[in-house]
Each structure stands twice: as structure tokens, then as C-alpha cells.
């Protein structure tokens, strides 16, 4: 099993343009999340999906929107992508045990 | 609001010595703290948990300590290895399913 898989582990963007990260996990797992990581911080919270078919907001939601494709996938979208979103991004899924997240290897991701 | 701390940044040890990570929380109706390991490039990895009921559990090479009446968790490595050098992050389970998660402390294990 690959677990959770994440797409471009790279981007460079310019500021206004948009893009989608992806996400995939294949342990039939319930939740997924979206963090960001910026240096010398821990992760926060964009967004989270508790089921598919449902989305909400976390600590920093603004600039960015999300799709629960699935059971298997959820994508965060940046609309128009600014310079304060140059940050590393991690899905994460969690199954039975909520206490357990498995995360992928994070999308760096920069916006000049 | 919710938040979760650590008291040092890096931390630095020999190896084969014991490793004490700590980390000060807030939030005292949270029902879950949780220690993760997050290597150079990669996403964070779960090393094991707590309940709020707890003060004490234990897995392989690590113990975890919760004190509730001061609000603080701590990480124990026993034997310090120079694959246990990364972030080390703590976090509590908020309201619903949300992590909060503290800043991180760097483990550099000296040879």
C-alpha cells in the first residue's frame, strides 16, 4: 500500500494563479486533512473532511477551497495564490484510531 | 484559545543517553495528546498517544508523562539513537477532530 500519496511534491507559482494540490490515500480511511507547515511552526489546520460528501474550515481556511472527490481523494485548491501561501502542504488521512494520522510527504510549494 | 507549545527548540544529546522532549498545552477539556516524529522531507509520522485520564504509558523506547495539574506532556527516549534525530512535534485533540499542534523541537543526537 502506498498510503497517503501527494501531488506535485514541487511548484513554483507567480502570485494570481491558481492551482490544485492532490491528495489520495488507500487505506479506506474516513477523514482527510489539509495542513500547512511554515518555518517554525507546527502544522495548521486548512481544512478537514470527517466523511466523503462533507468539508470544513480549520484554523486557516481563507485563500483556499477544497474537494472531497471521494472516499479515496480530497484536493486543495488555491483560487489566486499569493505570496503568504509559499508554505510545505500535507494531506493526512486517519482511519479507526483518530489519533493516528498518516501523512504524506508534503507539496513545497512557492508563490513569487 | 487552544494552544500547544514546547519549552526549547533543539535540544541536543549524546547518543545512548535518555532524551527528555517537553511541551506545555492549554486547552484542559482536551482528550487526546499525541507525540509525532517528523523526519528531514517527510510528513510526520505518529509515535504514540495519551489519554487525558493517563499520566503514564509507555511503548517501545518511549514513554510518555502527562501532568495535568500543570498543564504539561513530555516525551522520554530511552537509549538515543541517531535515527531518532527530527522534529518532534506534540499535539492535542481539540474540539471535534481538529489537531492542534505545537511548533517542534529539533533532536540532533550526537555521535
Known amino acids: 500500500n502506498a498510503g497517503v500519496t501527494q501531488t506535485p511534491k514541487f511548484q513554483v507559482l507567480k502570485t494570481g494563479q491558481s492551482m490544485t494540490l492532490q491528495c489520495a490515500q488507500d487505506?479506506?480511511?474516513?477523514?482527510m486533512y489539509w495542513y500547512r507547515q511554515d518555518p517554525g511552526m507546527g502544522l495548521r489546520l486548512i481544512y478537514y473532511s470527517a466523511s466523503e460528501g462533507t468539508t470544513d474550515k480549520g484554523e486557516v481556511p481563507n485563500g483556499y477551497n477544497v474537494s472531497r472527490l471521494n472516499k479515496r481523494e480530497f484536493s486543495l485548491r488555491l483560487e489566486s495564490a499569493a505570496p503568504s501561501q509559499t508554505s510545505v502542504y500535507f494531506c493526512?488521512?486517519?482511519?479507526?484510531?483518530?489519533?493516528?494520522?498518516?501523512f504524506g510527504a508534503g507539496t513545497r510549494l512557492s508563490v513569487l | 484559545g487552544e494552544s500547544v507549545g514546547l519549552h526549547l527548540p533543539t535540544l541536543s544529546v549524546q547518543e545512548g543517553d535518555n532524551s527528555i522532549i517537553n511541551c506545555a498545552y492549554s486547552n484542559s477539556a482536551s482528550d487526546y495528546f499525541i507525540w509525532y516524529k517528523q523526519e528531514s522531507g517527510k510528513g510526520p509520522q505518529f509515535i504514540i498517544d495519551?489519554?487525558?485520564?493517563?499520566d503514564k504509558r509507555q511503548g517501545q523506547r518511549v514513554t510518555v508523562l502527562l501532568n495535568k495539574t500543570v498543564k504539561h506532556l513530555s516525551l522520554q527516549i530511552a537509549a538515543t539513537q541517531p535515527g531518532d534525530s527530527a522534529v518532534y512535534f506534540c499535539a492535542e485533540r481539540g474540539y471535534g477532530q481538529n489537531f492542534v499542534f505545537g511548533p517542534g523541537t529539533r533532536l540532533s543526537v550526537l555521535p
Open positions: 495519551i489519554r487525558s485520564n493517563m
Open positions: 493526512a488521512s486517519t482511519g479507526e484510531s483518530k489519533n493516528i494520522q498518516y
Open positions: 487505506m479506506n480511511h474516513n477523514s
